[in-house]
């Protein structure tokens, strides 16, 4: 249940939508069934398996933002290391200003154009 929707309300939107169109849910761990001809019970039980889920997910989310602050002031948490170097910054910044499309420039130096873009915005 957890792994099908974002939030409590995604979930519910989801279950929705989907016995709207006469699709039968089955939520196999939880033993919740719905097939748009739910009972109040099992609405309130989607609803608090759902919303458990979701509090969850932020007390781990919540957990792991306080590690990464932990780890950075140990510093041993850098993040990723650096696709390009330098001097691969600077033949991709001189191929830009020469016109060079960026998409291909970004396949080549084997990136993503967003990448590409980042790089381009934070180097001087």
């Known amino acids: ?30 033993h919740l069934l719905f097939t748009g001809e739910d009972s109040p019970m099992a609405n309130l039980m989607l609803s608090v398996m ?5 509090f969850e997910r932020a007390l781990i989310r919540e957990r792991q933002r306080e590690g990464i602050v932990l780890a950075k ?4 948490y850098r993040g990723r290391k650096r696709v390009l170097s330098p001097d691969g910054l600077a033949d991709a910044r ?3 200003d020469a016109g060079d499309k960026k998409a291909q420039i970004a396949r080549e ?16």
């Open 109 to 124: 130096l084997g990136i993503s154009r967003e990448t590409l873009y980042q790089y381009l915005r934070t180097a001087p």
């Open 1 to 30: 249940m957890d792994r099908l929707a974002r939030n409590l309300d995604d979930l519910r939107r989801i279950v929705q939508a989907l016995t709207g169109r006469g699709i039968r849910i089955e939520f196999v761990k939880e």
């Open 73 to 76: 002031q140990r510093g041993v």
């Open 94 to 96: 001189r191929r830009v």
């Open 50 to 54: 759902g919303a458990f889920a979701e």
